[in-house]
């Protein structure tokens, strides 16, 4: 059940971050237009 743990936050900081990495690229995108 540990083990499993550590995956999921470790996936869930990953999602977290490729979300912001997302949401940033789509604001810069909506700010050039």
């Known amino acids: ?3 499993w743990r550590a ?3 470790r996936y869930e900081k990953t ?5 912001g990495v997302l ?3 789509a604001t810069a995108d ?3 237009r």
Do not use: D, G, I, Y
């Not at 999602?15 to 979300?19: E, V």
């Open 15 to 19: 999602a977290a971050s490729f979300l």
């Open 30 to 32: 909506w700010l050039r």
């Open 7 to 9: 995956v999921a936050t």
């Open 23 to 25: 949401c940033l690229a």
């Open 1 to 3: 059940l540990k083990e």
